[in-house]
């Protein structure tokens, strides 16, 4: 078994040792993932952080695509996945968990947000009308005097 | 176990030390062609358990993204987040993942004692980010924002919670890996140990991204 993989492996000339450390990372390449991953952490929070008027859409779609990038700029400076390595079952396994979880998360949200919508009885709804009116009574009232224990504790810290 | 052998064990025995021969002979056979540990499988298995605690976090991300708007009449996101401490916490992350890549570069190259400094500032960096959530906790305690509150800070603490226990877990293991690079060097066993906990490391940084990116700076913005 492990015969033939060994076999399998330099026959395709893939596993040679003279490729192994590039496997592995070298300072240049942990230091340009480090550099990319610091220019895709600093720019969302600067969107967060700073109060540009940027519309919200915009701003969303920032924070996704950037924090989509650094998870393959990890993947490739830090974990080094690539196509070959293990012979192929890495990558393999990582592209299958990428599926299960695109299922799990885009079915989650497709399904749920569709259940609240369409399943919501009447009472439940007054309840949430209720409660968004106490939300807007409080974003109206800033200085705290709808939910004392919140807003009181933080405006001190 | 021998002092109570059955007739049925007599015929497996011979079988036994056999297999576990041959299984040596291919890994010890492995090691010498290509001069590396990890083609016995181990780093194969540990990368699939990573892809299997990946699904444990999606399941996470999953409820938060259905019911991270569930505030029942408590504090929201922007009132309780502080986003410059997530900035802060998740630079030390990303410290002591290149710090990591440095520790293995020095293994790999059999400099102990560069590769155990570097390992030591790995762990200093994880407590860091670790004493930083701790202190988020605790505030977030102090002012009411506790996970029996709603449906979003429920799953708020469980994520984030899930998240640094895992760090915990990792900072242990760097702990332990210390001590038996001590005690024993850079060995196969040990480099193949450093491996995995580069990998589970790496790993957690890459959740990370997902946390800062979803829970905290597109919440706040919501």
């Known amino acids: 078994m492990s015969g033939l993989t060994q076999e399998t492996s330099n026959g395709g000339g893939f596993d040679t040792p003279g490729q192994e450390p590039s496997s592995h990372g070298s300072y240049k390449s942990y230091i340009t993932g480090f550099l990319l991953s610091v220019i895709l952490t600093v720019i969302p929070f600067w969107v967060v952080m700073s109060d540009t008027p940027m519309h919200l859409g915009a701003a969303l779609t920032i924070i996704f695509v950037l924090g989509t990038g650094q998870i393959l700029v990890h993947i490739y400076y830090f974990l080094h996945v690539d196509l070959r390595a293990e012979q192929g079952w890495q990558a393999m396994s990582l592209i299958f968990t990428g599926i299960i979880l695109f299922v799990v998360l885009a079915g989650s949200i497709w399904v749920m947000y569709h259940l609240h919508t369409n399943m919501m009885p009447p009472h439940f709804i007054n309840d949430a009308e209720s409660v968004s009116a106490r939300e807007n009574a409080r974003v109206a009232a800033p200085d705290g005097e709808t939910t004392p224990e919140t807003v009181g504790h933080s405006s001190h810290e | ?222």
């Not at chain 2, 449906?151 to 702990?175: P, Q």
């Not at chain 2, 790993?203 to 800062?212: A, E, K, P, Y």
Request: glycine share 10%; net charge negative; proline share 3%.
């Open chain 2, 1 to 222: 176990m021998s002092a109570t052998t059955m007739p049925g064990d007599h015929v497996d025995m011979p079988n036994g030390p056999e297999v576990v021969s041959g299984i040596d002979f291919h890994v010890s056979g492995h090691a010498h062609d290509a001069d590396h540990s990890h083609d016995t499988g181990t780093m194969l298995g540990f990368w699939l358990y990573l892809m299997s605690d990946c699904l444990i976090f999606g399941v996470l991300f999953a409820v938060h993204a259905v019911v991270g708007q569930n505030f029942a009449g408590g504090p929201a996101p922007a009132d309780i987040f502080e986003i410059d401490m997530i900035l802060l916490s998740t630079f030390m992350l990303l410290f002591s993942s290149i710090t990591y890549g440095f520790a293995v570069i020095n293994m790999q190259q059999r400099k102990l004692r560069n590769t155990a400094l570097w390992l030591i500032v790995t762990g200093v960096f994880g407590a860091a980010f670790l004493g930083l959530e701790v202190r988020e906790f605790l505030h977030l305690w102090s002012i009411g924002a506790v996970p029996m509150e709603s449906a979003f800070l429920s799953s708020f603490w469980l994520l984030v919670g899930t998240h640094g226990l895992h760090v915990t877990v990792g900072t242990i293991w760097l702990c332990v890996l210390l001590v038996q690079l001590y005690m024993h060097g850079i060995t196969d066993a040990n480099e193949r140990r450093v491996m995995c906990l580069s990998l589970f490391w790496h790993f957690l940084d890459l959740i990370w991204i997902g946390v800062f990116s979803f829970v905290y700076l597109a919440a706040v913005l919501l």
